[in-house]
């Protein structure tokens, strides 16, 4: 009987682990599209690789490309109007020192001196990229930078490292730090220049993000977007060293095949374990557009990245927002004043920082994005208001607008209704959903869980059901062994006595 009840147990502990991993699993799947990765490099064939934003109701189909990963930002915006597998762990090779030269501008001066260590020129590989500098050897900062950038010299890249922050080590903590503040959600940098490290890695997505923050730096975008420079002579070296791009959309210095002049910065790079790297940044359809590619097979960094300017050219518009309150939708007028607490606006402009536009889809019209209403700063009579435009879960644009308002009596605002007109748009301007959306998603969600848990409580109870039938065969069947067993000792006693 104890035997039994030990059956019964495991059955149900059995029952009860595979509803917990049924649960467990349907919550991984619930969080996939948000879910950046864990750092693992991504290995996948490319031709198996989906390009997420074709499977985007009513979006432009993207080109087929050789890239394992990829995405094409706005720029200013920062709308994703492309993507392939843009948030998995990739090596970045030595597009990596864009964010060497974004934290090195921000962290010292361009007439600065840097003394190149033994260890900054000896540290690196021999074969890889450099402009024979020497121990001891003096350059600027901004010579470093543009060295850096146009030949991608390694030891260029050290030097800088142990200038601003002392160590190569302490330096990037300085770029992993940068990227935290930037919002990169899957990147870890380890050296500044990009030469494989099993733990230096980043993703497509990520990259973008720290392009369009380098793009902010003036000083960056003209050492990035220089075709060719000459450095002088030094204190170890007598003669000049011409210097070029090695972007071969910038440059024909190497080959004039892939020369385009729309393309007005970038970086290139390639290890034998990163493959082929790339970011490119262009002026299409009057907007400034970032193309990275990443894990790409030679020959088609450049085709590829041609394949994804030209999409972006025939596929999208820069569409004018409404720049003033006045000019604004009476429904999103309505969800203004309602998340302001106001009676109303009396005074509105453009904020200096606002886009002012979205990047609208030729498929699309501006009529089919929602807008969404956030405060961002806000004092007793004054406030900034951004009213984001989405479509699907991405923000196309926006505009960022500085209003003078005046609050509702104490009273009337709280007896005021939450909105007059429109949806209600939610605080964080990043979701798009509205409050209806949020309370169907949870609802649904937990539906789910639900149903998880009937169908569990189902199996058990069919489960101890099979248990308690057999257990009830087991003791008939016990039963008529006992009544043959007593039946038989009872014949044999009879016998016995007929025998004596």
């Known amino acids: 009987m104890k035997f039994l009840y030990k059956c019964i147990l495991v059955l149900l502990a059995g029952v009860f682990y595979f509803q917990f991993s049924v649960i467990s699993f349907a919550a991984q799947v619930e969080n996939t599209q948000s879910d950046e990765g864990s750092g693992e490099i991504s290995q996948e064939a490319s031709e198996d690789i989906p390009i997420e934003s074709n499977l985007i109701p009513g979006w432009p189909q993207g080109p087929a490309i050789n890239s394992e990963a990829a995405v094409v930002m706005d720029a200013k915006t920062g709308a994703i109007l492309y993507e392939k597998n843009m948030n998995a762990a990739e090596y970045p090779a030595s597009i990596t020192k864009i964010m060497t030269a974004l934290v090195a501008l921000e962290n010292s001066s361009l007439d600065e001196i840097v003394t190149f260590s033994d260890n900054a020129v000896f540290s690196i590989e021999r074969d890889s990229s450099h402009i024979a500098r020497t121990t001891g050897e003096q350059l600027t900062m901004e010579q470093c930078l543009y060295a850096l950038l146009l030949e991608s010299a390694n030891e260029c890249a050290n030097a800088i490292a142990e200038h601003v922050a002392g160590s190569v080590d302490a330096f990037a903590g300085m770029m992993n730090?940068?990227?935290?503040?930037?919002?990169?959600?899957?990147?870890?940098?380890?050296?500044?220049?990009?030469?494989?490290?099993?733990?230096?890695?980043?993703?497509?997505?990520?990259?973008?993000?720290?392009?369009?923050?380098?793009?902010?730096?003036d000083t960056f975008r003209t050492i990035a977007g220089t075709a060719q420079y000459t450095l002088p002579a030094t204190n170890k070296n007598d003669e000049e060293l011409m210097m070029f791009h090695h972007h071969a959309m910038m440059s024909k210095h190497r080959?004039?095949?892939?020369?385009?002049?729309?393309?007005?910065?970038?970086?290139?790079?390639?290890?034998?374990?990163?493959?082929?790297?790339?970011?490119?940044?262009?002026?299409?359809?009057?907007?400034?557009?970032?193309?990275?590619?990443?894990?790409?097979?030679?020959?088609?960094?450049?085709?590829?990245?041609?394949?994804?300017?030209?999409?972006?050219?025939?596929?999208?518009?820069?569409?004018?927002?409404?720049?003033?309150?006045?000019?604004?939708?009476?429904?999103?007028?309505?969800?203004?004043?309602?998340?302001?607490?106001?009676?109303?606006?009396?005074?509105?402009?453009?904020?200096?920082?606002?886009?002012?536009?979205?990047?609208?889809?030729?498929?699309?019209?501006?009529?089919?994005?929602?807008?969404?209403?956030?405060?961002?700063?806000?004092?007793?009579?004054?406030?900034?208001?951004?009213?984001?435009?989405?479509?699907?879960?991405?923000?196309?644009?926006?505009?960022?607008?500085?209003?003078?308002?005046t609050p509702l009596e104490a009273?009337?605002?709280?007896?005021?209704?939450?909105?007059?007109?429109?949806?209600?748009?939610?605080?964080?301007?990043?979701?798009?959903?509205?409050?209806?959306?949020?309370?169907?998603?949870?609802?649904?969600?937990?539906?789910?869980?639900?149903?998880?848990?009937?169908?569990?409580?189902?199996?058990?109870?069919?489960?101890?059901?099979?248990?308690?039938?057999?257990?009830?065969?087991?003791?008939?069947?016990?039963?008529?062994?006992?009544?043959?067993?007593?039946?038989?000792?009872?014949?044999?006693?009879?016998?016995?006595?007929?025998?004596?």
């Open 177 to 217: 730090q940068k990227a935290q503040e930037l919002g990169c959600t899957n990147t870890h940098f380890v050296n500044p220049h990009g030469l494989h490290d099993e733990n230096h890695y980043t993703t497509a997505r990520d990259m973008a993000v720290i392009v369009q923050a380098a793009l902010q730096n």
């Open 255 to 405: 080959t004039a095949q892939y020369y385009d002049e729309t393309v007005f910065a970038g970086k290139n790079g390639y290890t034998t374990d990163a493959l082929n790297t790339l970011v490119t940044c262009a002026n299409r359809n009057d907007m400034e557009i970032i193309c990275v590619t990443m894990r790409t097979e030679s020959g088609y960094s450049y085709p590829d990245t041609a394949s994804l300017l030209d999409y972006v050219t025939g596929n999208f518009t820069k569409t004018a927002l409404p720049s003033t309150f006045e000019s604004l939708p009476e429904d999103i007028q309505a969800s203004v004043l309602s998340s302001l607490g106001a009676s109303s606006v009396t005074e509105s402009s453009a904020a200096d920082d606002s886009p002012g536009y979205a990047v609208v889809p030729n498929t699309l019209s501006l009529e089919n994005l929602t807008p969404a209403v956030s405060t961002t700063e806000r004092t007793d009579a004054d406030a900034k208001e951004v009213i984001s435009y989405m479509y699907e879960d991405r923000c196309l644009g926006c505009v960022a607008l500085r209003l003078s308002y």
């Open 411 to 500: 009273s009337a605002a709280s007896a005021a209704p939450a909105q007059s007109g429109g949806a209600q748009a939610p605080q964080d301007e990043t979701s798009g959903l509205s409050s209806r959306e949020e309370t169907s998603g949870g609802f649904f969600f937990y539906l789910k869980y639900v149903l998880f848990a009937a169908v569990a409580l189902a199996a058990v109870i069919f489960l101890v059901t099979i248990v308690l039938t057999v257990r009830n065969r087991i003791a008939i069947h016990r039963r008529r062994r006992e009544r043959l067993r007593k039946r038989l000792l009872r014949k044999k006693s009879v016998n016995e006595d007929s025998y004596f």
